[in-house]
C-alpha cells in the first residue's frame, strides 16, 4: 500500500529506513552479501521521507547528476520500475553505485535533511529499484543506433570501459572490449569483494552489454599481446578508448618488504577474488592461509578495509587496521568503517610500520611500529601525520597487507608513441572529450584522474563515449536513428 505523504514538517521527525544486514558473527566467516537490501515497504517509508526541495542538492551532489528527486518521487508513489529507468537515464550501473557510492560525500552529504538528522537514504533506495527491477526480470534494453560501420577498441572493463561501451553501441558503432585478466569489470571483480558486491551483478550487466552488441575478449593485454598502434593500423580500428584503471599498487618502501608474508593488497584481493577463494573450502584454489594468523592492513581506505575483511573470513585469529592518521581522516565509506568494526576489526589509528621483521627463513614475524600525531594540513586538505620521537614499538604478525594506493600501469603509455602523460604517469585527456594528444584515442577513469571511484569512472566512460562519437561522426546523434 502506498503511504500517505505525510506534511513536510512531519517528514523532519520521520527516522531514516535502516538497511536489515546478516548479523556480524555470522556474516564475518562467509563471503555472502553483508547488506539485504530493502523492501518495497521500507523502500515506501524511506521514499517519503524526501522534503522535495524546489532546488533539489542531491543531484548536484551526484557526479553524473542523477535526478535523485524524480526517481525517489517514483519510489514514493509506488511506481518502483519507472524509478529505476529515471536513474538509468544518468547512470547505468545503479545496482553497483547502490552498493558502493561514497554517498555520505555524495548525493545523501548535502540532503538538508542531514542537517536535522539522517539523510535521505538515497544509496539504499537506488540499490532497492535496481535490484527490482532484476527481480522482476524487467531489465529492458535500450534500442541501438543505425550502423556506422565505425569500430572502436575499448582497453580495460572496469566502469569506464564498461560504460563506454554501452554508449557507443548505442550509437551504432562497433565496439570490442579487450581486458587483461579472463573476468570483465576491472576492480568491481577483482578489487571489490564479493560480501560487498556480488559477482554475479557484474556479470549480469557484462551480459546486457554483450547483448547490445558489445564484444568481449578476455586474456589480451594492450601493449603486450597487441599495440595501440596495431588495432588502429592493422585491426582497422577507427578509434580505441583507454580504460586501464591505476591497479599498479604502491608499497611503503621500509625495510622487511620483501619478506614472505608481506602483500600488497591488490595482489590479496585479486587472488581471492578471481581465484574463487572466496568460495572456500568448495573451491579448491590457491589462497594464502590466514588461518589462525595475525593479519594487519596497513591504509585506511576501501581497499584496506575490503582486505582485512577478507582476511577475517579466511580464518584469521585477529583483523588489524594500521592507520597512520586517526579515524576522522579514513576515506572508506563510512557503511564500511562501521561493518568492520562490528566484525571485529581492530583499529590502531595514529601507527605507522617502518619496518617488517622477519625469521631467518625469511617469514614476516612482526612489524616495528612508530606512534604519529597529527600536525598542520597537507595538499590533501587532511592533517598531515607526524612521527612521535622514540615512540617504535613492535607489533607480532604473521601476515601483513600494504593497502596505501595504487599508481598507474605503464605497459599502454610505454608502448603507444605520441601518448602524453603527467608526471606521475596517468595519461592526459582533454576534460571535455576526453581525447588524448594521439589522434583517435581517447582516455579515462582512474588512468587518467589517479585512483578515484566507480561513479567518476563510470562518468569519464559516458564523457568519452560522446567525445569518441563526435570525433568519428560530428554532432549527429546515432541513437536518434533507432533501430
Ligand atoms: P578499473 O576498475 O581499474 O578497470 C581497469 C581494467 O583495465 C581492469 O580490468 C584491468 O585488468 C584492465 N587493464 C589494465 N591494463 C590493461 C591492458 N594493458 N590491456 C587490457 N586490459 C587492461 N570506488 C567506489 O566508488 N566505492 C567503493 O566502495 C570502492 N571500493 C574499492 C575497493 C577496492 C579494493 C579498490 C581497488 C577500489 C575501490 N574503489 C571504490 C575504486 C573504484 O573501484 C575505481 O575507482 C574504479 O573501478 C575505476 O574504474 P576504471 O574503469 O577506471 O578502472
Ligand atoms: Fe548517489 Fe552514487 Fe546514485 Fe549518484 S550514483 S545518486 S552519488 S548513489
Given at each position: 500500500?502506498?503511504?500517505?505523504?505525510?506534511?513536510?514538517?512531519?517528514?523532519?521527525?520521520?527516522?531514516?529506513q535502516?538497511?536489515?544486514?546478516?548479523?556480524?558473527?555470522?556474516?564475518?566467516?562467509?563471503?555472502?552479501?553483508?547488506?539485504?537490501?530493502?523492501?518495497?515497504?521500507?523502500?515506501?517509508?524511506?521514499?517519503?521521507?524526501?522534503?522535495?526541495?524546489?532546488?533539489?542538492?542531491?543531484?548536484?551532489?551526484c557526479?553524473v547528476?542523477?535526478?535523485?528527486?524524480?526517481?525517489?518521487?517514483?519510489?514514493?508513489?509506488g511506481?518502483f520500475?519507472?524509478?529505476?529507468?529515471?536513474?538509468?537515464?544518468?547512470?547505468?550501473?545503479?545496482?553497483?553505485?547502490?552498493r558502493?557510492?561514497?554517498?555520505?560525500?555524495?548525493?545523501e552529504?548535502?540532503?538538508?535533511?542531514?542537517?536535522?538528522?539522517?539523510?535521505?537514504?538515497?544509496?539504499?533506495?537506488?540499490?532497492?529499484?535496481?535490484?527490482?527491477?532484476?527481480?522482476?526480470?524487467?531489465?529492458?534494453?535500450?534500442?541501438?543506433?543505425?550502423?556506422?560501420?565505425?569500430?572502436?577498441?575499448?582497453?580495460?572493463?572496469?566502469?569506464a570501459?564498461l560504460?563506454?561501451?554501452?554508449?557507443?553501441?548505442?550509437?551504432?558503432?562497433?565496439?570490442?572490449?579487450?581486458?587483461?585478466?579472463?573476468?570483465?569489470?576491472g576492480?568491481?571483480v577483482?578489487?571489490?569483494?564479493?560480501?560487498?558486491l556480488?559477482?554475479?551483478?557484474?556479470?549480469?550487466?557484462?551480459?546486457?552489454?554483450a547483448?547490445?552488441?558489445?564484444?568481449f575478449?578476455?586474456?589480451?593485454?594492450?601493449?603486450?599481446?597487441?599495440?595501440?598502434?596495431?588495432?588502429?593500423?592493422?585491426?582497422?580500428?577507427?578509434?580505441?578508448?583507454?580504460?586501464t584503471?591505476?591497479?599498479?599498487?604502491r608499497f611503503?618502501?621500509?625495510?622487511?618488504?620483501?619478506?614472505?608474508?608481506?602483500?600488497?593488497?591488490?595482489?590479496?584481493?585479486?587472488?581471492?577474488?578471481?581465484?574463487?577463494?572466496?568460495?572456500?573450502?568448495?573451491?579448491d584454489?590457491?589462497?594464502?592461509?590466514?588461518r589462525?594468523?595475525?593479519?594487519a592492513?596497513?591504509?585506511?581506505?576501501?581497499t584496506?578495509?575490503?582486505?582485512?575483511?577478507?582476511?577475517?573470513?579466511?580464518?584469521?585469529?585477529?583483523?588489524?587496521?594500521?592507520?597512520?592518521?586517526?579515524?576522522?581522516?579514513?576515506?572508506?565509506?563510512?557503511?564500511?568503517?562501521?561493518?568492520?568494526?562490528?566484525?571485529?576489526?581492530?583499529?590502531?589509528?595514529l601507527?605507522?610500520?617502518?619496518?617488517f621483521?622477519g625469521?631467518?627463513?625469511?617469514?614476516?614475524v612482526?612489524?616495528?611500529?612508530?606512534?604519529?600525531?597529527?600536525?598542520?594540513?597537507d595538499?590533501?586538505?587532511?592533517?598531515?601525520?607526524?612521527?612521535?620521537?622514540?615512540?617504535?614499538?613492535d607489533?607480532?604478525?604473521?601476515?601483513?597487507?600494504?593497502?596505501?594506493?595504487?599508481?598507474?600501469n605503464?605497459?599502454?603509455q610505454?608502448t603507444t608513441?605520441?601518448?602524453?602523460?603527467?608526471r606521475?604517469?596517468?595519461?592526459?585527456a582533454?576534460?571535455?572529450?576526453?581525447?588524448?594528444?594521439?589522434?583517435?584515442?581517447?582516455?579515462?577513469?582512474?588512468?587518467v584522474?589517479?585512483?578515484?571511484t566507480?561513479?567518476?569512472?563510470?562518468?569519464?566512460?559516458?564523457?568519452?563515449?560522446?567525445?569518441?562519437?563526435?570525433?568519428?561522426?560530428?554532432?549527429e546523434?546515432?541513437?536518434?536513428?533507432?533501430?
Amino acid at each position: 500500500m502506498i503511504p500517505e505523504r505525510p506534511p513536510i514538517k512531519e517528514r523532519v521527525k520521520l527516522p531514516r529506513q535502516s538497511m536489515p544486514e546478516r548479523a556480524a558473527g555470522e556474516r564475518a566467516r562467509d563471503f555472502a552479501e553483508v547488506n539485504l537490501g530493502y523492501d518495497p515497504t521500507r523502500a515506501l517509508t524511506e521514499a517519503v521521507r524526501c522534503l522535495e526541495c524546489a532546488s533539489p542538492k542531491c543531484v548536484g551532489g551526484c557526479p553524473v547528476g542523477v535526478k535523485v528527486a524524480e526517481f525517489v518521487a517514483l519510489v514514493a508513489a509506488g511506481d518502483f520500475l519507472a524509478a529505476a529507468a529515471k536513474v538509468r537515464e544518468d547512470n547505468a550501473l545503479p545496482a553497483i553505485t547502490g552498493r558502493v557510492c561514497p554517498q555520505e560525500d555524495q548525493c545523501e552529504g548535502v540532503c538538508p535533511l542531514g542537517k536535522r538528522g539522517s539523510p535521505l537514504a538515497v544509496g539504499h533506495l537506488e540499490r532497492f529499484v535496481a535490484d527490482y527491477e532484476r527481480q522482476v526480470g524487467e531489465l529492458g534494453l535500450p534500442p541501438i543506433g543505425r550502423p556506422t560501420g565505425k569500430k572502436v577498441a575499448i582497453v580495460g572493463s572496469g566502469p569506464a570501459g564498461l560504460s563506454c561501451a554501452g554508449d557507443l553501441v548505442q550509437r551504432g558503432h562497433r565496439v570490442r572490449v579487450f581486458e587483461a585478466l579472463h573476468e570483465f569489470g576491472g576492480v568491481l571483480v577483482y578489487g571489490i569483494p564479493e560480501f560487498r558486491l556480488p559477482k554475479e551483478i557484474v556479470r549480469q550487466d557484462v551480459e546486457s552489454l554483450a547483448a547490445m552488441g558489445v564484444e568481449f575478449e578476455a586474456n589480451v593485454v594492450v601493449g603486450r599481446t597487441v599495440t595501440v598502434d596495431e588495432l588502429m593500423q592493422e585491426e582497422g580500428y577507427d578509434a580505441v578508448f583507454l580504460a586501464t584503471g591505476a591497479g599498479l599498487p604502491r608499497f611503503l618502501g621500509v625495510p622487511g618488504e620483501h619478506l614472505n608474508g608481506v602483500y600488497s593488497a591488490n595482489e590479496f584481493l585479486t587472488r581471492v577474488n578471481l581465484m574463487k577463494a572466496y568460495r572456500f573450502p568448495e573451491a579448491d584454489e590457491p589462497l594464502y592461509d590466514c588461518r589462525g594468523r595475525d593479519v594487519a592492513v596497513i591504509g585506511g581506505g576501501n581497499t584496506a578495509l575490503d582486505s582485512v575483511r577478507t582476511a577475517l573470513r579466511l580464518g584469521a585469529r585477529r583483523g588489524l587496521i594500521l592507520y597512520r592518521r586517526s579515524r576522522e581522516e579514513m576515506p572508506g565509506r563510512a557503511e564500511e568503517i562501521h561493518h568492520a568494526e562490528q566484525e571485529g576489526v581492530e583499529f590502531q589509528f595514529l601507527v605507522n610500520p617502518v619496518e617488517f621483521l622477519g625469521d631467518d627463513t625469511g617469514a614476516l614475524v612482526g612489524a616495528r611500529c612508530q606512534r604519529m600525531e597529527l600536525g598542520e594540513p597537507d595538499d590533501s586538505g587532511r592533517r598531515r601525520p607526524v612521527a612521535i620521537p622514540d615512540s617504535d614499538f613492535d607489533l607480532p604478525l604473521s601476515l601483513a597487507i600494504v593497502a596505501v594506493g595504487t599508481t598507474a600501469n605503464p605497459i599502454v603509455q610505454s608502448t603507444t608513441p605520441d601518448l602524453a602523460t603527467n608526471r606521475w604517469g596517468y595519461i592526459e585527456a582533454d576534460a571535455e572529450s576526453l581525447a588524448t594528444s594521439k589522434p583517435g584515442v581517447f582516455a579515462g577513469g582512474d588512468i587518467v584522474t589517479g585512483a578515484a571511484t566507480v561513479i567518476l569512472a563510470m562518468g569519464a566512460g559516458r564523457t568519452a563515449a560522446a567525445g569518441v562519437h563526435e570525433y568519428l561522426c560530428g554532432n549527429e546523434d546515432g541513437r536518434e536513428a533507432g533501430g
